[in-house]
């Protein structure tokens, strides 16, 4: 049983920071990634990275100003997310693969077997 714990998110003005923690604990893992969902939109890949490698994978809308980095001393993985624009607004999903069937690529949805409660992220204009 994989336990997700995520904190972070809240309100910020255009052009400003915020830092999500995902701490996961109870199993090994293979895949972190990080998804958002906007009010009727469909879950997003925002980035992701594989544990054991550090590969690092990171949606085009997001590039150059999100980036995620993982602790594993602490089996924390962050996202900090710069130069916020509204349309970064979403609830902000972490998820966890504990096994990598090599059918879905970390970009999937379909690749992660437990996730968290999300955390909303609001960015006014």
């Known amino acids: 049983q994989v336990q997700l714990v995520e904190s972070g998110g809240g309100l910020v003005q255009t052009g400003g920071s915020l830092r999500l923690s995902c701490v996961v604990s109870?199993?090994?893992?293979?895949?972190v990634g990080w998804f958002r969902q906007a009010p009727g939109t469909e879950r997003e890949f925002v980035t992701g990275?594989?544990?054991?490698?550090?590969?690092?994978e990171t949606a085009d809308s997001v590039m150059g100003r999100f980036t995620i980095s993982r602790d594993n001393t602490k089996n924390t993985v962050y996202l900090q997310m710069n130069s916020l624009k509204p349309e970064d607004t979403a609830v902000y999903y972490c998820a966890v693969a504990t096994f990598d069937s090599g059918v879905w690529t970390m970009k999937s949805g379909n690749h992660y077997d437990s996730w968290g409660q999300g955390t909303q992220v609001t960015v006014s204009s």
């Open positions: 109870g199993r090994s893992l293979t895949t």
């Open positions: 990275v594989k544990w054991h490698s550090g590969r690092i």
